[in-house]
Nanobody
Framework: VQLQASGGGLVQVGGSLRLSCVAS????????MGWFRQAPGKEREFVCA????????YYRDSVKGRFTISRDNAKNTVYLQMNSLKPEDTAVYYC?????????????????WGQGTQVTVSS
């Protein structure tokens, strides 16, 4: 499975961005798509995830109500709509795919990773 993330950029506080992650290859082996982020000097952290089937989602508390994850199964694409962005959202954002049937909030269960896209929120 190959993952290609895009959509990052520079945005002002309160602005919006939409990230995309296109999955290719043996995508039928994956059940969950997730977004993680890593800020300079910090550990990679879970942001949110969605199941391909049924669309169950899960978010970290700090992004609830601001971020929305969605998927387009026909396009093998997962989106992350980010609204009301804050400086603390600044990070490299990674999409990841897991063969697990449940959503996990740690990085280890995710088998495939995209290359990352930079999101910078300026104050």
């Amino acid at each position: 499975v190959q993952l290609q993330a895009s959509g990052g950029g520079l945005v002002q506080v309160g602005g919006s961005l939409r990230l995309s992650c296109v999955a290719s290859g043996r995508t039928f082996k994956t059940f969950v798509m997730g977004w993680f982020r890593q800020a300079p000097g910090k550990e990679r952290e879970f942001v949110c995830a969605i199941k391909w089937s049924g669309g169950t989602t899960y978010y970290r508390d700090s992004v609830k109500g601001r971020f929305t994850i969605s998927r387009d199964n026909a396009k093998n694409t997962v989106y992350l709509q980010m609204n009301s962005l804050k400086p603390e959202d600044t990070a490299v954002y990674y999409c990841a795919a897991s063969n697990d049937v449940v959503i996990r909030t740690t990085a280890r269960p995710y088998d495939y990773w995209g290359q990352g896209t930079q999101v910078t929120v300026s104050s």
